[in-house]
Nanobody, 123 residues
C-alpha cells in the first residue's frame, strides 16, 4: 500500500514559479517511478512528467518541457515538480501517482494517486 500526499499548490501570477511536493509512504518508494498529471476544469487528466526510481529518466509533456523539472529525494520519500515561467493554461489540479507498469504517459499505468493540489495562474 502506498499513500501519496501532494502539497505546494497555490495562486501565482503568470511568469511566476511554484514547487510541488509529493510525500509518499511505503518501503518500495525508492524503486518506484513516479508521475505527475494535471486536470484543468472541464478537461481530461493529462500527463505532465515522469521520474524514474533513480531520477535519471525524466520525460515531460511538450507543453511543459523546458519550464518544469521533476526531481526526487528517495531518502525523504518525496518527489518534486519545480514549475517555472507559469502560464494561465497551467491552471489545474496537479496529481502525483505511483507507476505500476505500461506506458508512462497513460493514467492506467499508475496504481496509486494522491488527492491533488490546486495550482492557479493568474494573467
Amino acid at each position: 500500500q502506498v499513500q501519496l500526499v501532494e502539497s505546494g499548490g497555490g495562486l501565482v501570477q503568470a511568469g511566476g514559479s511554484l514547487r510541488l511536493s509529493c510525500a509518499a509512504s511505503g518501503r518500495t518508494f525508492g524503486s518506484t517511478g513516479m508521475g505527475w498529471f494535471r486536470q484543468a476544469p472541464g478537461k481530461e487528466r493529462e500527463f505532465v512528467s515522469y521520474i524514474s526510481s533513480s531520477g535519471a529518466h525524466t520525460p515531460y509533456a511538450d507543453s511543459v518541457k523546458g519550464r518544469f523539472t521533476a526531481s526526487r529525494d528517495n531518502a525523504k520519500n518525496t518527489v518534486y515538480l519545480q514549475m517555472n515561467s507559469l502560464k494561465p493554461e497551467d491552471t489545474a489540479v496537479y496529481y502525483c501517482a505511483a507507476y505500476y507498469r505500461g506506458t508512462i504517459n497513460e493514467m492506467g499505468s499508475y496504481n496509486y494517486w494522491g488527492q491533488g493540489t490546486q495550482v492557479t495562474v493568474s494573467s
